[in-house]
């Protein structure tokens, strides 16, 4: 079945999370260029990538940017070593990680509860700096879904899935 207007499927059986391949995430600060990015992928693996940019001449573990992002910042406390110069005052890391299978269905089975083929691709609004937008999206057998969310325009229930991916990030052993 696809939906009229948008060419996506929808999920319609109790087995349909299984069709989803990789879940992701990214945010940026707004504040230069401090982002984090998320990818479960079905396969079990799961990467984490941590950028900073350096505001002023402060130790890094300090700034502003990196306490944004409690889970880079831990990542940066635990290993400051694996934050290489990407360009001038740019620090970033990737952390490998594995995510079991139970708690990438979890994931998958929220996502297609909470109609996340069915959202808008873009929750924004034009002109707004002072809230940088949240992108989630899945990798599914048609081809991938992304949608922006800025200030939790997308309302709860999207809300629910980049908490829960967040929380999932936070479980995870990355090295």
Not at 64 to 74: E, F
Not at 91 to 105: A, M, N, V, W, Y
Not at 129 to 140: C, G, L, R, S
Request: hydrophobic share 35%; with cysteine.
């Amino acid at each position: 079945m696809v939906i009229a207007g948008c060419g996506l499927p929808i999920f319609n059986n109790s087995n349909a999370y299984k069709g989803i391949m990789e879940i992701g995430e990214s945010f940026h600060t707004g504040l230069g260029n401090s982002s984090l990015e998320v990818i479960f992928r079905r396969d079990g693996t799961a990467e984490l990538t941590c950028t900073f940019y350096q505001l002023g001449s402060g130790p890094l573990a300090d700034s502003i940017q990196v306490k944004s992002i409690p889970l880079c910042q831990d990542m940066f406390k635990q290993n400051p070593a694996a934050f290489v110069k990407k360009t001038d005052g740019d620090l970033s890391g990737t952390f490998k990680g594995r995510i079991e299978p139970e708690q990438f269905d979890r994931l998958a089975t929220l996502m297609i509860d909470n109609g996340y083929l069915q959202f808008s691709d873009r929750y924004e609004e034009p002109g707004l700096m002072d809230a940088p937008p949240m992108f989630t999206w899945i990798i599914y057998p048609k081809g991938k879904k992304q949608v922006s969310d800025q200030a939790n325009r997308g309302g709860p229930k999207l809300k629910e899935i980049e908490d829960a991916i967040y929380k999932t990030a936070k479980e995870i052993a990355f090295k």
